[in-house]
């Protein structure tokens, strides 16, 4: 089997600013602090931010590109709705080069620059298959390789610079996906509650994941969520614009249903 067709089965898949004083002029664009998800999309009425950890604050904190930038492919062309409706704000994430930052792509993107962000010197991902793709053992100078069937590891230039972490996470998105997302680097949440930082997933060729950036509760009980998703072929990662002041509500049973796919609540796992 050609070795592109071996590397396709190893992935499977896939605020408004302070007005000032009464009667000031707003301030300049340029003097305003940029949106994060979490000043975009603020709280709905009576709702109630559910706690998280260090990774979902840090999800809350990215910072969204101006509302008029549009959803782009890694080749530069525009996405049509549904996938990218007018109200999609993107993010501000760069994507490596290729069609490869995908939808289980960025979820695996967003927790590796968080972790080197806090000075992980390895972050232990997986491909498809199993078998680990740690960042340690690239940056310490050693290649992943497509051998027959297997990845094997051989000499390569040692670093720890920004074109030796693109250069790893283009390994890793070649060859992970949304099965390796969901059977090793993710498990079920237990008790079924979600919060920011997990991930939805339905594995499959092709699957689908997005990861879930806020999640509240309103004054009846029920649970809402902010996610953002990447996509076929690989495109800015964007936050949608959900039905209930932004938000999107998650049901226990039934999980996260969107026009263009359906997440099950069985999907739901959080970060080994």
Known sequence: MPQAMLAAVFALGCATADPGPAGAPPAPATDRAPATVRSALPLPAGATRLPTDAFGDWLGDRPLADPATPVRTHDGHPVAAPHAPPTARVLVLPLVAGDLQQCADAAYRLRADFLRAQGASDIPFHATNGQALPWGRWSRGERARLRGDRLVWEPGPAGTDDAQWEAWLRTLFTYAGTRSLAAHDTVPVADGVPRAGDVVVAPGSPGHAVLLLD????????????????????????????????????????????DWWTLPASGLRRWR
């Open 215 to 258: 999640v509240a509760r309103d004054a009846e009980g029920q649970l809402l969520v902010i996610f953002g998703e990447g996509f076929m072929p690989a495109q800015d990662f964007h936050v949608h614009h959900g039905p209930i002041d932004g938000w999107w509500p998650w049901s226990p049973t039934a999980g996260l249903s969107l």
